[in-house]
């Protein structure tokens, strides 16, 4: 079992930065561990990808949040971060963390919602 708490999202003006993290109940890098992730879904659509970040450290990008957003993991503290620069309206959604066992189901966390005012 995996436990997943996002902070940090929040009310943003069109053009400013959040970071979110992502606090894990144990290690990023445990052996039963995979890919971990970010979603995002906003009211009436499907929850999206937005970033991910295998193992090995290759990341992967949502075309909608390329050049803008930067995922990373702080081994120390266990968490998993999601710097978002330049954000738009269409920014706006209730953001997910996620990590991926080797055996079984996806863990989610609760959720932390962003809203960017025009």
């Known amino acids: 079992q995996v436990q997943l708490v996002e902070s940090g999202g929040g009310l943003v003006q069109a053009g400013g930065s959040l970071r979110l993290s992502c606090a894990t109940s144990?290690?990023?890098?445990?052996?039963?561990?995979?890919?971990m992730g970010w979603y995002r879904q906003a009211p009436g659509k499907q929850r999206e990808l937005v970033a991910s970040i295998t193992r090995g450290g290759s990341t992967n990008y949502a075309d909608s949040v390329k050049g803008r957003f930067t995922i990373s993991r702080d081994k120390s503290k266990n968490t998993l971060n999601l710097q978002m620069n330049s954000l738009k309206p269409e920014d706006t959604a209730v953001y997910y963390c996620s990590v991926d066992p080797v055996y079984g189901s996806r863990y989610w966390g609760q959720g932390t919602q962003v809203t960017v005012s025009s």
């Open positions: 144990r290690s990023i890098f445990s052996v039963d561990l995979n890919a």
